[in-house]
């Protein structure tokens, strides 16, 4: 089965333990991992760098595509491995070692992370260490259920460690399309013109020499957490079917839409498959990562054709899905992710971007990350990727959060990620505020009345009058601006 | 002299006054106006519709390139022309009514306006104003110094009014490169790869049986109003100088750096002014505005090529330059505004830009726009477009404002247009934060020993390890983050 997979034969002696691969791997290094969304994660060797860790102390730059599963970046931040993390992550104990300083954390947009490698302006990488689904005859690297930003990193890497795994379907051979930009500033067009477009090879070109270990596992991705649709989530897909039907009503969109992303999350995974039931056909998604909306929407007909960096399901949909990966395989592409977030190829195919905020404020700023505007999340992922350059940029969100005691709608948010130019339109279960060619003061009418929940309506109704009576074209009252998370922090609630 | 200026003698009949052609506006409709940049405006059509306000009141939605020049938006905000403005203004007068409320401004990123009209979100244009050199013998219409959204308002609208304008040298002609993308989900490419690519027409394809009226004028553009570089933009300009050094030093760049963006305005302007004194050589520009400082590069042999949107110069530098154009006309290119401010073009070329920032926090974010976060200046141009996209986005300002009773670094902007994601080096007087792969602790520690004023440098450390001592990704103290503006606006100065 091993001989299937590595079919590059004079690698075969490279083969070794995942603990004599983490061996490689010293202090100091700069270090590129494979996983994007759970998916396609190493699952051996960081673990194995862990275990290392707690009996010979060493710490390294770790980079990924997005967040990893198994509590890897629970046990690296255990051992005191990561020194360094980007770009993004979920995991809680490393968010809570970001958080008190611990780990330096550099939040970057997704799309990004290789521009600033492959121009010298980080790294360079010392060890790539990626998950494959093969080795080809050419030393080819196939990816598994992600690519991220694996591609570039084993391009890049003065070495790599591939993880072959035997539980990835060997069937996934042939799902990915890896084009890499060239180099600045003779870099030609990326020629992604659909989100069918193949432009690339299916395996990632290295040089078989730099293949340092390969590691063997049969340890499946972590399952995603998305949760079902509830009452909420279905008003928000309810009210953003609303609006699309009166796009098309208006002849701005016919009912193909636009191509369509979903930011990862129960939110926007809810609202996707709410599609299900809408009067929409022939609908593309071109994406950062496919989640069990993707394929409930290929199930029903609905959805032709996805393109992603990744695939996360929840354990029945895995089962679904590559189960019978045929069934799917010609309706799917992953790319690698500065492609699927490529800004050139987002505002080409006039995507619709759907992605969750944490919580927004009366003229339209998002913050995605900062609880309070001071402890990280996750990240901002590749929201902004998407949010800037989309036909649409849309930002979904419930009006409330821990049992009523939080707005999402506040005065101000003490953390921007996207600001008031890059939202078009934000969704609660109350409502929809359409931001597009307002002022910021009609902004805050429409996000109080349709978005904000009915107990806190009132009294952002209060300030914006208050700060309106003042002047200015966005007018806030500095003094009480954070007034509603500062009472928050000290009583345990925003209503005062 | 016009006979020569209006080529398709079918339309000669279609001159008319000023007047006549103001009266075909009428209340309620959409106009778009040429202009970027004080370069290129309507000069004779909107004073005519300003006098005509005020016998009978009417008012419109202006939507321009950038900003206009000959106190236009003066007029028509007093005459009461205005309900809503976009996407940029430089006024002193409309930027009142913009802060009253009184005219509904929509700040916009310049790249994105006419996607906005083009897919139907914002429209349509019932006139477009446009100068011109000249109408071609098909009917095309040659810009003048600025294109701007011209090409797009000409071609959207319903009817057109042409200003012919004999004070812009005949030999503007050839200079334009007029190209549209195609519409979306179907776009292809935009074929520009490089400062120099010519890819469309040097005229404004459109019917000429829309070209309602034609009117002649002779009125000169505004000049600029930069200021000649100083003690401390000079110093930014050394900064950065050694900056690009370094960058060479280490491998990242070659003495001809990556293509050159500078915002509007004296230090961007005295910026690039300093790289005549520097190593550098074979530079370009992909910008949106060609200042004095693109010319004094040219002079000096440093800079062989420049694209932008508009030429905005002093009146000095304008005598210099329009009275020798052919001197220059072969090392530059003016395009539509969506172009020269393209995400697709800018990240491809990997630019460098350099734009102003009102006020910068210790974490890196950016207030272009909001005094005190409330009050617009400006609007936010084209940083947005730039700074996103850019292989290197810096910001430049003075660290003191006010005499030294603001300072331009403050614990937290009231008002963010670039986040933290989008700046990778700051530049004051006093020095350089160069923010790259650094994480929000690591960033507020250089931000603040090389920007910050010496003045404020305690007070700004002191905030910082007081909240980084509370915790968090990016520490701050929420009641007292905008203490130091509070305190500037009771006592004129943000010193304790």
């Known amino acids: 089965m091993v001989n299937d997979r590595i079919r590059l034969k004079s690698l075969l002696d490279k083969v070794t333990t995942p603990e004599a691969a983490a061996d490689l791997i010293k202090d100091g290094m700069v270090v590129g991992m494979s996983g994007f969304t759970r998916a396609g994660d190493a699952k051996a060797v960081p673990i194995a760098m862990a275990a290392k860790a707690k009996e010979q102390p060493f710490n390294i730059t770790l980079i990924t595509g997005a967040s990893l599963g198994h509590d890897i970046d629970r046990m690296l931040t255990e051992a005191g491995v990561l020194a360094r993390r980007m770009p993004f992550q979920v995991d809680r104990t490393l968010r809570a070692a970001i958080n008190r300083g611990d780990v330096m954390f550099i939040d970057q947009h997704l799309s990004e992370t290789v521009e600033h490698l492959r121009s010298n302006q980080l790294g360079p990488i010392d060890y790539a260490v990626v998950e494959a689904t093969a080795i080809s005859e050419e030393g080819g690297i196939v990816p598994t259920t992600s690519i991220g930003n694996s591609a570039s990193f084993a391009i890049l890497a003065k070495k790599i460690i591939v993880e072959i795994n035997l539980s990835q379907p060997a069937n996934l051979e042939g799902l990915h399309d890896i084009y890499i930009p ?33 590691v063997v596992t049969d340890k499946k991705d972590s399952f995603s957490t998305v949760e079902a649709p509830d009452e909420g989530t279905q008003a928000i897909a309810g009210h953003l079917i609303d609006f699309f039907k009166g796009e098309v009503d208006a002849g701005r969109l016919d009912l193909t839409l636009q191509p369509l992303q979903a930011g990862i999350g129960t939110i926007a ?195 914006f009058q208050r700060a309106a009576a003042r002047g200015g074209h966005t007018p806030h009252i500095l003094e009480e601006a954070f007034s509603w998370h500062t009472r928050q922090q000290v009583t345990g609630s925003m209503k005062a």
């Open 182 to 214: 060239t180099k600045r500033p003779t870099r030609t067009p990326i020629p992604v013109v659909a989100c069918e477009s193949r432009v690339g090879l299916p395996y990632v070109p290295i040089d078989p020499e730099k293949i340092a270990a390969i």
């Open 269 to 463: 995974n809810s609202v996707l498959t709410g599609l299900v039931d809408g009067p929409f056909h022939d609908l593309r998604m071109y994406s950062e990562v496919l989640q069990d909306s993707t394929f409930d929407l290929l199930d029903s007909g609905k959805l032709v054709f996805a393109s992603g960096s990744s695939i996360t399901l929840s354990a029945a949909c895995s089962e679904r899905v590559f189960g019978q990966f045929e069934k799917y395989k010609d309706r799917l592409i992953l790319r690698p992710q500065e492609i699927s977030n490529h800004p050139e190829v987002i505002r080409r195919l006039g995507v619709i971007g759907i992605n969750t905020a944490l919580e927004v404020d009366i003229y339209g700023n998002i913050n995605s990350t900062h609880v309070n505007g001071t402890h990280m999340m996750n990240g901002i992922g590749g929201s902004g990727d998407f949010a800037r350059n989309a036909y649409l940029s849309i930002f979904v969100t419930k009006s409330l959060a821990k049992e009523g005691r939080i707005s999402s709608v506040v005065p101000m948010v003490p953390h921007v990620d996207h600001t008031e130019h890059d939202v078009d339109v934000i969704v609660t279960e109350n409502g929809l505020a359409d931001l597009r060619q307002l002022a910021p003061r009609e902004r805050a009418e429409q996000i109080i009345q349709h978005c904000a929940h009915p107990d806190y309506r009132e009294a952002l109704m209060d300030y």
